[in-house]
Structures are given as structure tokens and as C-alpha cells.
């Protein structure tokens, strides 16, 4: 970890990893790991294609010099009949967690057919009603007090596709949880796609972000995906997510931020499925590196 606190990592979606991604050439395990240590990540996400085995998971992790971050969930809490199942589903992904070493979770609503529809191009009339609302976060406290209880940290991440992707329904999301420990991961490349002002996101909520996730966006390619109302798969075939500082995101200024914040945590790189994940992966560490000295 550098000097001020903050740890550069990466996730396995760089490499192609998602059920979105079918045209996507994926390595085996060892070698993923193999490129994220050559590539001078301190770390990396715990993802869905990683071994079930989490000590053959934490003897690649050491061999390499590489850290668990966090893993991401998706649930639906927007129904309270779902309570109960997706806090039994989180307590044993973040049981797994813990195990690895790490006391992050990273949450995400469930992607909807409706809002896939309406990536990037939502509008008030595609929020969810006040009753959904409240029904979402009174599962979303009770899941991040449970974990607090045993040490954990629970980060919510804003995800297209799903019913917290603009800025209104960010401001919502922390207004309706305020009272709970739950945390903030957003994700540049995810902001940018839905139309928010990601720096204004970062310094708004600079005391309640817990983990980030640092993405570059395409101007040209995003303005092609909402003309043709192209999907999110579609979008990153496309490719949206660019090399850090090619793209859109005010990264300096962002940067800029969590440090005035004095933020101390896990900025995991991501670059969805890019052609060559290697010399892209190596590309955003030396970015980072070079401006930033991260």
C-alpha cells in the first residue's frame, strides 16, 4: 500500500470475465493472476470465476503478492419477500470473504429486464415508487448492520442496468440510508454512462465512499450507444470503457478528491473486456503511476 493509504487493484472483468461477455477470450485462472501481478496491481475483486476452494484461492493470491479486495453482489431487495434469501446469500459470500482476509462487500442492485432497456437513457419515469424505495433500503440497512456486527463493510455500487444508476437515484439511495453503515463504491465508467457528473458524486459523498472503482469512458463511443440505444454488452463490445485518461472522466480531478478526503481504501482499475487485457491492464497501472505516483 503507497504512502497514503490508498491500494491499486484490479478484477478479473478486465479480462473478460462476465456472462454478458460471450465473445470474450478468456484466460485460465493462474494466468489471469500471473498478467495482474506483472502488471503491478496490489491486489484484486474476488469474482464469480475464481476457484470455490479459498485456500488453493489465498496460496495463488500469496505466491503472487497479491491482496483480496472485495467481491461483488447483486440482490434484490426491492421485494421484501426477498429479504431474508439475500441476506443468507450475502452473509455467506461475505463468510467466504472474510476467510480470504478481506472486510469489504460491495453490493449492487439485480439488473432488470426493464432498466437493461433504458441503460444510460433513464428517466424519473423509470425509478422505482416510494414503497419499492423504502423496501430496498430497509434491506439494505439490515444486511450492512449485520455485517458491521462481524466486521464487515458494506459499499453500494451504483450499476446500469439496474434501479440506482442515475444521480437522482444515488441522492435517494443515501438519503434513505443515511442512518446505516452502509458505504458508497461508485464507479466512474457507470456515472459517466448514466448521465451523472462523477466528480460532484465523489465530492458530495466524499465521507461515505468506502471503495471505487476507477473506469475511462469513450466520449464518441457513448454518444454512438445512446443514438442507437444500444445495450450495456453491446456498449462494451463496442468499446466504451477506454485506457485511463483516453476518455472522459475527470480522473486528475477525482483523484484529487478522494485524497482531499484523505480516503483511505481500494481503487480497483476496471476496463470491461478490452482486446488485449494485459498491455491494457498495464497501460492503466502505469497511468497511474506516472500522474499520480498510486
Known sequence: MVSDGIAVGTASVNWGFDPLYTWARTPN????????????????????????????????????????????????????????????STMHVAQRLHALGSNVLILSDE?????LAVAGRAGRQDELDEDSWQTMADGLR???????????????????????????????????????????????????????DALDIFSRY????????LKDVAPKVLDRVRAERCDFATAVRLGLFVELGRGSVPIAQIVGSLRDARYTGWIIVEQDAPRDPYASAKANRDYLRGHFAL
Open 29 to 88: 485462472f493462474e494466468r489471469m493472476l500471473d498478467e495482474m501481478a506483472r502488471a503491478g496491481y496490489e491486489g484484486t475483486e474476488i469474482s464469480y470465476n475464481f476457484p470455490d476452494d479459498t485456500r488453493r484461492i489465498s496460496e495463488e493470491l500469496h505466491r503472487r503478492n497479491l491482496r483480496p479486495a472485495a467481491t461483488f453482489h447483486a440482490v434484490n431487495l426491492r421485494r421484501r419477500e426477498n429479504h431474508a434469501a439475500m441476506l443468507e
Open 111 to 115: 439488473v432488470s429486464r426493464a432498466r
Open 142 to 196: 439490515r444486511i450492512a448492520e449485520a455485517l458491521a456486527a462481524s466486521g464487515m463493510r458494506v459499499v453500494f455500487h451504483p450499476h446500469v442496468g439496474t434501479y440506482v444508476e442515475t444521480a437522482h437515484e444515488i441522492e435517494r439511495l443515501c438519503e434513505l440510508t443515511d442512518d446505516s453503515p452502509l458505504g458508497l463504491c461508485p464507479d466512474t465508467g457507470h456515472l459517466a454512462y448514466a448521465g451523472a
Open 206 to 213: 466524499r465521507e461515505r465512499i468506502g471503495y471505487v472503482h
